[in-house]
């Protein structure tokens, strides 16, 4: 771990990963990008909305054999709530995110399109697209916007811009039949991205380090 003095309030900004190039100070909340040793101050963030989410920066999971630690957070808000996409380090040198909605849990990687994706006026839920070997068909279409902001992320977030999300669901099971298969699609005006992945329940991930609620008994 690496920690870099704050530009605004001079404390440790820290940085669990090379990959990372973006961060939040947990002192005085500044948003700073990272260029070797010094960093850029960018902004202040949003304060993040209040949740009764389990899951918390330095909490640890484990994915089908692989442990992995949260270092960030970015809030996505649409116009019938909000969502949580974890920034996780795998102990296996990838990284990850873990999408938490609604008492459910998607936990992806980035996908290298070869090609590009088809354009989001030809996609309605239900139709079958073909992504890294696999058959999925679209579930939901979405715009939200990064709102809030924690942690250290790998790459500065496109904060108060909208992105159209459209989540895609398998249309056979995961291995051992454990989980099912999950991919998105990210359409903003910087292009298209994709990440692949799947659905696992919340006991799956064998999370430690959790927030604790008083009155609550820990799953």
């Not at 058959?135 to 250290?152: L, M, P, Q, R």
């Not at 910087?190 to 008083?214: H, I, P, W």
């Amino acid at each position: 771990m690496k920690e870099i003095p704050c530009p605004s309030c001079g404390a440790p900004v820290p940085f669990q990963s090379a990959v990372s190039v973006f961060g939040v100070c947990p002192y005085c909340r500044s948003m700073v990008v990272r260029n070797d040793l010094n960093l850029e101050l960018i902004g202040t963030k949003a304060f993040l909305p209040e949740d009764m989410s389990p899951l918390q920066l330095g909490t640890q999971g484990d994915y089908r054999g692989t442990p992995f630690t949260l270092a960030g957070r970015m809030t996505q808000t649409w116009s019938a709530g909000h969502w949580s996409e974890w920034f996780a380090l795998m102990a296996d040198g990838r990284h990850g995110w873990l999408a938490e909605a609604q008492g459910f849990y998607m936990i992806s990687f980035p996908l290298e399109l070869k090609e590009a994706p088809p354009h989001p006026s030809a996609l309605r839920p239900g139709v079958v697209l073909h992504l890294y070997g696999q058959s999925f068909h679209v579930d939901d279409i979405k715009t939200s916007t990064c709102t809030a902001v924690e942690g250290e992320l790998p790459f500065k977030p496109p904060y108060n811009e909208e992105k159209l999300s459209i989540d895609l669901v398998g249309t056979t099971a995961t291995q051992g039949n454990t989980g099912r298969a999950f991919a998105s699609l990210e359409y903003t005006d910087e292009g298209a991205r994709a990440y692949v992945g799947e659905y696992l329940d919340y006991e799956q991930f064998k999370f430690s380090f959790t927030r604790e609620f008083e009155g609550w008994a820990t799953r």
